[in-house]
């Protein structure tokens, strides 16, 4: 696959596995997110999809899940709370339908998978990696550990990397380690899956949060809590982004309340390799695709001739691999 | 006219336009006609029961962030438009209701599936619920043109509430109910209902959830041999639009079901409420 | 000091520290918070402060700080980034002038406190302990522990707790604990302070965020990162009150994004016996004292006698002292 | 007129009102003037230089949150009221300057100290950077109607970024630099303000951070033994207006000052640049 630009001369193609012989070439450093895209058939009337750099699929489990009760969602100032449930066929049924259908399209797919124990991050993956038409696997780690009382895999180093390690231990794909913001210490979940074998990390997922329903004295979710998404978190994501981009290696992918190639900008400044765009492209289908031609153009204007030189460009740390100065300096001057 | 009700194309087709207000007509309460221009394609290939996506900020601003869908309450050629209902509620409607004739909005669809009128069916009875009487208009509209018989129950609050019959056109039985007693039968609307049932070929109504549990009732005691059909529309908070987010769902027989694709029409023994 | 209650009939009052025998007894719930009433004579010609439940000091430190370089200062989506530094005169700047100032004002005036030094919270309570017109100290664990490499003591359970237990130990003031949104495990720490000798726990304090500034290619404000503060945190605040509300037995006083009667009944009805206002102030600075009519209008059309019959209505498990059933359910389920 | 020039008293007399909007005008640019009323309390004790803090924002949104401040370019007692400029640039300042006649603003002031007319001054010279423009207007107002000499002297990037020569009342000097030459002097304001350092009493400038840096070289270089005083005023971002958040904080020889209360007119000499 070579990089395609439709305007303008820069090169956008940036590669977020390259340190693996498989490699993760987007033509363009833009995604829609987990969640927020269904399996990419959903849009592909209403969009020109197969001008992403890539998509990621809703979240699998290993068995199908019928979603929560109903109220999912709630506004918030700007932005919302879902609580979907992860509605989702199952890996064994989502095997069945979805390689074969993606494997003959030109956009690279990615598929998030989620669980509630190691063994069974690593059963979905090695399903996965004999599946056609898939281009990387995305593990979302913000999911309970069941054998842990419940504690989050993603808000603990130790339990993220074990968790990469057993993917990485069942299959050659590139992989994704998308980490939660509910870590106090993001940057050392950061740094250990990175040595658990991660291609590249992506983040944030979504903040947990809750809305009362004071008429009826009830939360407004049926299942009480839901993540945070949208403009609202973007202030969040972009110091998170800054913060893992400066301490590891590997390819950044910032999300978080994309919803203009400014916002989208602030994460490559500050190190994402590459953006994700959720809650963006339900307020705005056709957002993910206009930044694409909007970054050319800016590329173009701003005398840059590859998008690979703006990233971490406002980032004095960049993948310096020194995690300390940073957080001191976070956490004092407030 | 016919145009209208050919089978709906969901996702295919939406797409987002930028538009104008064209008028602004005060209609039931507090509740205001918004007519906006729209893309003749989108308006030729229109049908009762779907909906738009329209942004309820002004442009930079992110809150509201989510889109609100209206359902159409009337679609139109010359010039090609399309009016909505809006009852000013929270802040989203609010700001909407609040706009002028020559601003600009956003707005995506049309989205959802529509009201089907079976090949049969000469005599449609039609249940609306204060602001959910919205496509329920463009519906009898349809009906009419096509010569067909319709009763229009509609309930409301009060007298104010209630649609003007001179909104209804051709020859349109209107009965309505006011829970004060202000105007028509005095109590609910699913109260009046029965009276048409057996009468009816196909029941369509649009309202709020309550209505719809009473709903079940009246059907339950008044069908027989499951006729005739109702459809209804249903009313879900939307983020996509697209059946991509899966926040919208209704529990159906068949389980959870994406109300902005496979909705927001649904036949009514397949809901589980 | 009792209860008045300017309109309406319901009894507003609510005591803070009820375990404690210099109590902490607020004529309503209605509360301004650190940083962002500054010392209340700044807005003594703006509004009638004296019918405010309570107000707190902006964070006090041991030295005075000449604070961060502009800007300090961003707006974001419905809220706003500050990284302010804690300019402040230093405790002994403070006692010179305020505690004298404040005894002769009728409304309750809490201290705010940080340090980076163990030791430091603990020299500064005992400072405070002698003087007139300080009604608690509000420790602001939210700082880096130098001794620990710049961690944040309120990311960590037992790092809190000893803050905790060192002003226990010196000053028999009412303590309110300010808990960090950035601890993953939130519950963790408000049972640790509980048991350390708070008689109140306050939360949320701001979440640590960024802004880029394309253009400059350069973070926003001087400090880099900064705290994120308004409507945006609402969801994330609620949270965390309605969890901390019943995991532990002593008060819970919420904030973040607090806009309109609504936003503080959400507080209330997820467990908060009172509420802060901060950036509410700024954008609205009637808010406040508004609220107070607003609440008492409501708790007489909605029938209660009294505000403390609201507190927790829609949580479950308010004050169960139960916190892993719920833990459980907030990760699993998004 | 005098009472205009009354000590500024800053917090103790703030407050919020909700305002309606009288007028827009079209003036330099795409920069609108928007006239709106406001009490006579406020009206009547108001200073050149003081600004008011405006809710930029429909209600029940909180997107943008913070209110924005606006120098007051005339203030007028018949009907009692307020005229801002406003040059439509980011979020607030583009829906600001949307706003049409009739509409309702919420409204935050009068705030921050003002410009001094030393006793013994006769001749005022003022230095305007686009749309700094705002505050100098009525400090201009206020020095013609006291008799006083005034030259006033703006720069703008091209000449449809000048005030119009008839918006200045009263016998004034104005000398016009325009960025393209396209009218006056071709360059900067800072480079022909020098003509007129030795003849001023006292320099009042308004305009962006550069101008301040190149009038001080102006000033070092023009003035012998420290006179004439400069005072200018400075924009800082806001959150609270009242010296409580310390966000809005200029650096000046006494420390960290709150430009919302102890500014935004500043002694030129005292800040740290
Ligand atoms: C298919 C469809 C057709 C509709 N047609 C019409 C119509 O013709 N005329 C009309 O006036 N209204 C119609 N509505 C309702 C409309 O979309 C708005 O919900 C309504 O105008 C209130 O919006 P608001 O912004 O004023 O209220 P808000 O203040 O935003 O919301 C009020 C309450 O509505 C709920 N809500 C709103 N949006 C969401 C969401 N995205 N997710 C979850 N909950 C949410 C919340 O419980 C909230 O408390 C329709 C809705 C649907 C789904
Ligand atoms: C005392 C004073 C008087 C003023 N008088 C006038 C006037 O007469 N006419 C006029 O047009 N403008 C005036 N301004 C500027 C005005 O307040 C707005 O900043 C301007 O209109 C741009 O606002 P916006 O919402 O359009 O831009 P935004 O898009 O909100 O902001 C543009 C940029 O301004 C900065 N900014 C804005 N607000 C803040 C904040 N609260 N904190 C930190 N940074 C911020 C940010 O860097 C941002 O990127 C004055 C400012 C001050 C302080
Ligand atoms: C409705 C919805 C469903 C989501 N489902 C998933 C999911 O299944 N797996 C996952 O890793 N993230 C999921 N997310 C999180 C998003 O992928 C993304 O991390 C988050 O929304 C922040 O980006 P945004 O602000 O652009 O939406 C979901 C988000 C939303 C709004
Ligand atoms: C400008 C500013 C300064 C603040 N300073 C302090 C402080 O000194 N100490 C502290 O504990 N919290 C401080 N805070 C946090 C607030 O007290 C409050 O916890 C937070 O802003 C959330 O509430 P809000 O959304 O109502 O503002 C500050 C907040 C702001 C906006
Ligand atoms: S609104 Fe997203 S699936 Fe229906
Ligand atoms: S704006 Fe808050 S101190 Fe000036």
Known sequence: ??????????????????????????????????????????????????????????????????????????????????????????IHGFVKKYPTLWDSWAVPAIVNISAEAVDDYAMMAAMLDEQPGIAAIEINVSCPNISRGGYCFGWDAEMSAEVTRAVRGVTTLPIIVKLSPGASDIVSVAIAVEAAGADAISLINTLVGMAIDVRRRRPLLANETGGVSGPAIKPIAVRMVYQVASAVRIPVVGMGGIMSLNDALEFFLAGASAVQIGTGIFVDPGLPIRLIDELSQWLDEEGFSSFNQIVGLANVGFRSGDPHLFRFREASGL | ?????????????????????????????????????????????????????????????????????????????????????????????????????????????????????????????????????????????????????????????????????????????????????????????????????????????????????????????????????????????????????????????RGMIASCVDGPVFDFDEVVF
Chains 1, 3 share one sequence.
């Open chain 1, 1 to 90: 696959m070579t990089a395609v630009t439709s305007h303008g001369t820069a090169d956008l193609a940036v590669d977020l596995a390259p340190h693996n012989p498989r490699e993760l070439l987007l033509r363009n450093p833009f995604m829609a997110a987990s969640g927020c895209f269904g399996y990419g058939e959903e849009y592909a009337g209403v969009i020109d999809i197969q001008r992403l750099g890539a998509f990621v699929s809703k979240g699998i489990t290993p068995e199908r899940r019928a979603g929560n009760a109903m109220p999912r969602i709630v506004e918030t100032p700007a932005g919302m709370l879902n609580a979907i449930g992860l509605q989702n066929p199952g």
């Open chain 2, 1 to 253: 006219m016919r145009r209208q009700l050919a089978q709906v194309e969901t996702t295919g087709t939406s797409r987002e336009f930028e538009s104008q207000v064209l008028a602004v007509d005060h209609t039931m309460g507090d509740a205001i006609l918004l007519t906006v221009s729209a893309p003749t394609t989108v308006v030729q290939r229109l049908n009762s029961g779907q909906f738009f996506n329209v942004s309820c900020r002004f442009p930079g601003s992110f809150d509201p962030l989510l889109r609100r869908p209206y359902s159409v309450y009337r679609a139109h050629q010359q010039p090609s438009s399309l009016t909505f209902l809006v009852r000013p509620f929270g802040r989203g409607s609010a700001w909407l209701a609040g706009r002028t004739p020559g601003e600009r909005l956003e707005i995506l669809g049309p989205l959802g599936n529509s009201f089907v009128i079976p090949p049969r069916a000469q005599r449609l009875l039609m249940l609306a619920g204060g602001v959910g009487v919205a496509p329920l208009v463009m519906l009898s509209d349809v009906a009419v043109a096509r010569g067909l018989d319709v009763v229009f129950v509609m309930g409301a609050a009060d007298a104010a509430g209630l649609l003007p019959a001179s909104e209804l056109r051709g020859p349109v039985e209107y009965v309505v109910a006011t829970d004060d007693g202000s105007r028509g039968h005095h109590g609910l609307a699913t109260e009046i209902v029965g009276d048409y049932v057996h009468w009816a070929d196909q029941i369509y109504a649009c309202g709020p959830e309550p209505m719809y549990r009473t709903l079940r009732t009246v059907a339950d005691t008044h069908r027989i041999n499951k006729k005739p059909g109702v459809q209804i529309s249903v009313e879900r908070g939307m983020a996509c639009g697209f059946g991509a987010c899966l926040g919208c769902v209704v529990e159906t027989r």
